[in-house]
């Protein structure tokens, strides 16, 4: 019953902005987080951003702490990735992915991709002069 969608990737000049949104359907669970994960070719998967409903709710990268900014909109159920300054290396297929059980963010200060059990399709953001 759980689905999530991403949009929003495109093409974009270094320093330039984009907004992802990840559309959320069945959640019926009390407690859930929603992360944001990216991949490039010939790289690991890597975590980027969480928002979630218990404490720790909010998760940033250091690569990205300062210009990506994680939010929702409950009304809209939707969870989106404010995303300033792109860099070159910030090119990847960017998903976002569903943890239904602590609606915590992070543990021991990272993510784990495989406390996640719902993914969205990808969006891919290609950073480029």
């Known amino acids: 019953q759980i689905h999530l969608v991403e949009s929003g990737g495109g093409l974009v000049q270094p320093g330039g902005s984009l907004r992802l949104s990840c559309l959320l359907s069945?959640?019926?669970?009390?407690?859930?987080?929603i992360g944001w994960f990216r991949q490039a070719p010939g790289r690991e998967r890597e975590a980027v951003s969480c928002?979630?409903?218990?404490?720790?709710?909010?998760y940033y990268d250091n690569s990205v702490l300062g210009r990506f900014t994680v939010s929702r909109n409950d009304a809209k159920d939707t969870v989106f990735l404010q995303m300033n300054n792109l860099q070159i290396d910030d090119t990847a297929v960017y998903y976002c992915a569903a943890e239904t059980s602590l609606g915590i963010c992070g543990i021991s200060g990272g993510m784990w991709a495989a406390s996640y059990d719902y993914w969205g399709q990808g969006t891919q953001v290609t950073v480029s002069s």
């Open positions: 069945g959640f019926t669970e009390t407690h859930y987080s």
């Open positions: 928002i979630g409903n218990s404490d720790p709710n909010m």
